[in-house]
């Protein structure tokens, strides 16, 4: 592979050093958008933004910071249908072409947990927007931004992920906030899908991180005592499509992890909730929203995807961070 | 809602003065167009064209006005199957994370009659290509420039409204009629097709319009003194797709508004036939061309969707019209 | 038609002095993208690649050649079911609408052989991006400046066409090649999967093209006499959609006609092997790559992709080749 080539592939490439850079430079990028003062220009670039999955979030989120710093845009949003894969082609000759092309950079979601081993034949950098049932590592970077924002450090902190455990994100945060010093992460979810033994040894072996997972179902007592103590729940939505368990077990474990006002309530005023969205009715109640308490912060974390993908364009496009760190 | 945010929803707020306004603009762009002259210049602007339901026509007519001014488009031309909706979120929720993105305006066409609900959750500015059973303001405003352009007045005309009464096009046409002096509606159609009550009190109560529906099938003799004095017949496809009659009966119905060559032999010389495409073979005949007779307009009103539309978008991104009025 | 409408529909209207100049354009941008020097700018230009069917690596070649040359597109990836002809409309009127937007081309693929005849109706110049069983004609430019490039001549040449003879891209580069001198163009496919006489009478009649068709099934011995005296093997994908002969007549095809290395180690140093893309591991070995063996030219083939197409809208915009004949 090109050395000089900066795919953006797995959670577990993020130094600390790199997390601190981007932050740094997407909070300067937040504070341009809002103030409209001048951002880089990379007019003259061009990527593509190649989903064999569609994912129109993450894709409008990509599309939206490559245009705010004027690099133009392709759009693919249903690769797998509209491409030739259709026809019978492999993904390696499809990366093969496609990677040939003068592109700056390929943002590739992926029906399957292939980019890593697809990205040798591209002469273009590939981001991965998410991969099957692997990571999801720019959604890990808006997730670290949005705590950084809203409590102000990634170190020391007590991390609930809640839900399914098996999700992407849920994957790429809990290897991202391994990169800090002296973080737990516990993990809370039905008992068949906790995440695989495999990540779980990682934080241990390399990377020293406390990590709990004491709580399955019926543990609801146990986990009760939770709330008042943790900075961070992450809450995420059950991937029905990915048929883990029975429809009759998504609709126990939606009711047996249903987040709702009193156990907000419990949780400290400098706490907040994540959820890389989208989210059921039927998993988070509807009446929380951040007019009902500022501690709901989904929103505004999703809002954070635009600067934080222009950071990572930025630091792609040319290898450098848009500014030297604030902190 | 943010009161400078210049939302496009319904053709009930255009007032006389904004109407007369955009068609100012219009004319201007679109010399300007023709002459290939200087045009205003919004680089670094950014929209989404985010369409719940497919629509080419009109999709391709706002993202060829943002580009000639300058501006960049993110597409999303199938949003409900690709979005989040697809996976269980709320309208509510893809508005709130759509909304907060740095975007200049979000063009949506929707399969409810939900977007003013919607705008408030926006901090964006939603202008609408159509929403399910309501209205289609952006048609409205193209259809009134090409009626001055073509017949050089939008106050005292009479005006036939034929065929499916209850499409979104017939109910925004009408409404904006409304704002201008002495106009007649006629609506022509279907017993089982016409113009809701609620729209038809509007016209009576609020804007003292005048407007006639004696017109129901078997009315064939009656209608045929119509067509002598209007000065603009709009015809509107029958959209099967809403099931509001059954098959036979569409089919019926576009038996019985056929529009013949016979029908346009007997209008005026300066009237003109509209229609907001597409057309039927079946509905319409195929020999009615431009060039079969100057008063079919239905593609010059088509095209005149650009300039329009390049006349909105600017005036939501300043909220000022491009040039004084003309006349 | 419009006299300066510079469609581009049939490579029956390529000469050789336009097949030179285009090349000698795509030479030039391709050395500036490479060297990343001064491109043409087209900033303000707006295209729209307009598919009736989807073909991606087509789409985003073409729409990566106009960002790299400054202009803006409007995508449109399935426009036959997006657009308003899954309503009811004619072809006919969606190109009267379409083709009288402010656009300065629109590239479009059909699943019918009508572009030809729907570019009447254009006041925009079409570039066809393939066409039904009819043409595929930027397929022939780029595969002409392939076999320039590896090769260095298009006259006097030996190209083996083989596979599904009936595919656009056999059908347009054997025109093309017969606009020099001394090719002899060998067919050699199932007999159910021959070029259509009037191609081959085209050869004869018009262009003075040498051509042979001997090679049908069971011919395999006398085609390995073939492989050593070709200079070009152009394999084309057994489009088994198109349904011309049975599921298992395909399979047969594919076992009858598979390239695997021997065949390629029959080749001259010199010759190249190239395919349109995709392929099937059926119908070639995936052991065939370009590390493999330098003459498998197809990666590099697809790749001449995007300066070709920006040598063709540069010309289609200006009417000018970039750069006189390098030779």
């Known amino acids: 592979m090109n ?24 909070a300067v990028m937040e504070k341009a958008l809002v103030e409209k003062t001048v951002l880089p220009n990379h007019a003259g ?7 064999f999955e569609r994912s129109t979030r993450t894709r409008i989120s990509f599309e939206d910071a490559a245009h705010l710093l004027g690099a133009q845009v392709i759009p693919c949003e249903n690769a797998k ?27 590739c979601r992926s029906d ?12 273009v950098p590939i981001i991965s927007a998410g991969d099957g049932g692997g990571e999801h590592p720019t959604q890990a970077l808006l997730d670290l931004y949005t705590i950084w924002k809203e409590i102000g450090r ?23 906030l391994s990169s800090f010093e002296r973080n737990m992460s516990i993990f809370v979810g039905p008992e ?10 990682f934080f241990f072996l390399s990377r020293r991180m406390e990590v709990r997972t004491p709580f399955v179902p019926p543990v609801l007592d146990l986990r009760l005592k939770l709330w008042e103590e943790v900075d961070v729940v992450y809450l995420t939505r059950f991937q029905d499509e990915r048929k883990v368990i029975s429809p009759e077990e998504y609709a126990v474990a939606r009711r047996d992890f249903f987040f709702s006002p009193d156990k907000l309530g419990k949780m400290q005023k400098h706490a907040r909730v994540l959820h890389p ?21 989904w929103f505004r974390q999703a809002h954070n995807g635009v600067p934080v993908r222009m950071a990572l364009l930025h630091w792609v496009f040319t290898g450098e961070f848009y500014n030297p760190p604030l902190w």
């Open 3 to 26: 050395p000089k080539l900066r795919h953006v592939l797995s959670a577990r490439d993020f130094t600390r050093e790199f997390i601190e850079g981007i932050i740094a430079s997407a």
């Open 45 to 51: 670039r061009v990527i593509s933004t190649f989903f």
């Open 81 to 107: 249908e509209s491409s030739s894969v259709g026809k019978g082609e492999s993904y390696e000759d499809t990366f093969r072409v496609l990677g040939g092309y003068p592109l700056d950079a390929i943002i």
């Open 112 to 123: 399957k947990s292939n980019l890593g081993e697809l990205a040798r034949f591209s002469q």
């Open 154 to 176: 990634l170190d020391e902190l007590c991390v609930l992920l809640h839900g399914d455990l098996q999700s992407r994100p849920v994957r790429s945060l809990a290897i991202a």
């Open 192 to 201: 068949k899908l906790q995440l695989e033994k495999e990540t779980m040894e």
């Open 277 to 297: 969205l989208p989210k059921r009715d039927d998993e988070v109640d509807p009446a929380l929203t951040p007019e009902f308490d500022h501690r709901i912060a």
